[in-house]
């Protein structure tokens, strides 16, 4: 059972990065919408103009911003966390999201 959990982490450990990265993108597409109705209930009374600019201000820049920093606070944690279950909390970290994403009707 060690060997095979070692060879899980040992498999998943050089791709943290692109693993952090996928859990926030998901993690985005699935609340991104219920970040924009709050935001535009927020600014409901603001001039269009101003609504305009504020929503896209927090699309492009607010997403892509903690995309990047939430994605390297994911990975520093999971390197400094690792051991010989890390594939397997990887793996269950999935499916978690998947079952979370099939509850909000996006699978």
């Known amino acids: 059972m060690t060997y095979f959990l070692e060879l899980t982490t040992s498999w998943v450990r050089p791709h943290l990065h692109l693993i952090s990265l996928a859990y926030m993108a998901t993690l ?7 970040i924009i109705r709050f ?12 609504r305009v600019l504020a929503l896209m201000v927090v699309c ?29 909390v990887v793996f269950l970290s999935f499916v978690a999201l ?10």
């Open 98 to 107: 998947a079952i979370l994403a099939d509850r909000k009707n996006h699978v």
């Open 39 to 50: 935001m535009r209930k927020m600014m409901r009374p603001w001039h269009l103009f101003f």
């Open 60 to 88: 492009a820049f607010g997403f892509g911003w903690a995309t990047e920093q939430l994605t390297l606070l994911l990975r520093n944690y999971l390197f400094a966390h690792t051991g010989i279950w890390t594939g397997v």
């Open 28 to 34: 985005l597409v699935l609340y991104g919408t219920n």
